[in-house]
């Protein structure tokens, strides 16, 4: 990976960081992703400092998956840069689709967290009493200490999405990227898991990830991806809820009327075939 300077904003929502003062921990500039003859990303440009908590929003096949996975390092861009500060494989925690992970191996969620301690152990060697204790601290700090020896397929989804996060904690990682961690949980569950990430952010770490959810979004988040392939917008949810961003960003909006007041609905015109 490539160090980039600071990207100057294109436009006055871009980049427009909640906090000034601190480092940028993820910059990216101009990243162009090609999927199956596609482009999945375009001239993609943008940072995220230290202890911002970040949404993606976006219709289907906008990219907010394939983004995630660059930085990662899952894949790779055809061009542009970006840059993790610190070592992106101790540094990043991530936390995948639900959909992405086989739930049916075999495996607790106690050792679903001793993974996130591997790189401490060293290859071929047995866990010692300070890789357990940071898993028993781990499991604590996202309240799934109970469920330790529960085999990770019997859970809920938003359950195994807070072990992931737990395994996130226990390689030390000071950024999560979360990749639609509440598809298919209910409203409960949404509320737990936001509750562990607010508390996980107050305590210095950065959240980047990806929701369909635009109230969430706007309403629990500090800066706002808009994006489709593009970058449409970057900034405060006060600026990326525009109507107009909005617009761009799905494509159509119709108005209907509510106790006599006018209220935009927009409609995602982007048809994808499972993306």
Same mark, same amino acid.
């Given at each position: 990976?490539?160090?980039?300077?600071?990207?100057?904003?294109? @436009?006055?929502?871009?980049?427009?960081?909640?906090?000034?003062?601190?480092?940028?921990?993820? =910059?990216?500039?101009?990243?162009?992703?090609?999927?199956?003859?596609?482009?999945?990303?375009?001239?993609?440009?943008?940072?995220?400092?230290?202890?911002?908590?970040?949404?993606?929003?976006?219709?289907?096949?906008?990219?907010?998956?394939?983004?995630?996975?660059?930085?990662?390092?899952?894949?790779?861009?055809?061009?542009?840069?970006?840059?993790?500060?610190?070592?992106?494989?101790?540094?990043?925690?991530?936390?995948?689709?639900?959909?992405?992970?086989?739930?049916?191996?075999?495996? =607790?969620?106690?050792?679903?967290?001793?993974?996130?301690?591997?790189?401490?152990?060293?290859?071929? @060697?047995?866990?010692?009493?300070?890789?357990?204790?940071?898993?028993?601290?781990?499991?604590?700090?996202?309240?799934?200490?109970?469920?330790?020896?529960?085999?990770?397929?019997?859970?809920?989804?938003?359950?195994? @999405?807070?072990?992931?996060?737990?395994?996130? !904690?226990?390689?030390?990682?000071?950024?999560? !990227?979360?990749?639609?961690?509440?598809?298919?949980?209910? $409203?409960?569950?949404? $509320?737990?898991? !936001?509750?562990?990430?607010?508390?996980?952010?107050?305590?210095?770490?950065?959240?980047?990830?990806?929701?369909?959810?635009?109230?969430?979004?706007?309403?629990?988040?500090?800066?706002?991806?808009?994006?489709? @392939?593009?970058?449409?917008?970057?900034?405060?949810?006060?600026?990326?809820?525009?109507?107009?961003?909005?617009?761009?960003?799905?494509?159509?909006?119709?108005?209907?009327?509510?106790?006599?007041?006018?209220?935009?609905?927009?409609?995602?015109?982007?048809?994808?075939?499972?993306?």
């Amino acid at each position: 990976m490539i160090d980039v300077p600071e990207i100057a904003p294109a @436009r006055d929502w871009l980049d427009n960081s909640s906090s000034p003062d601190l480092p940028p921990v993820i =910059t990216a500039h101009d990243l162009t992703v090609i999927y199956q003859d596609e482009p999945a990303l375009e001239g993609v440009s943008f940072s995220v400092r230290a202890g911002e908590k970040v949404a993606i929003i976006g219709p289907n096949g906008a990219g907010k998956s394939t983004l995630i996975k660059v930085i990662m390092g899952l894949l790779q861009p055809q061009s542009g840069s970006y840059h993790v500060e610190g070592d992106p494989q101790t540094a990043l925690g991530y936390v995948p689709q639900n959909e992405g992970v086989d739930w049916s191996f075999p495996v =607790t969620v106690h050792d679903v967290v001793m993974m996130g301690c591997l790189r401490q152990i060293g290859w071929l @060697r047995w866990p010692g009493r300070q890789q357990r204790e940071v898993v028993k601290t781990a499991l604590n700090r996202v309240g799934m200490s109970d469920f330790a020896q529960r085999q990770i397929g019997e859970l809920s989804g938003g359950q195994r @999405r807070r072990v992931f996060i737990a395994r996130a !904690l226990a390689q030390q990682a000071s950024i999560l !990227l979360l990749d639609e961690p509440f598809s298919g949980v209910d $409203a409960s569950a949404q $509320a737990s898991l !936001l509750d562990v990430l607010d508390r996980l952010n107050d305590d210095g770490l950065t959240i980047v990830l990806s929701t369909h959810d635009l109230g969430l979004a706007f309403n629990h988040f500090d800066q706002v991806m808009a994006l489709r @392939r593009h970058m449409i917008a970057f900034g405060s949810p006060d600026l990326v809820s525009q109507p107009d961003v909005l617009a761009q960003l799905y494509g159509s909006r119709i108005t209907t009327w509510r106790d006599g007041q006018p209220v935009t609905l927009f409609v995602d015109d982007h048809h994808c075939n499972g993306c």
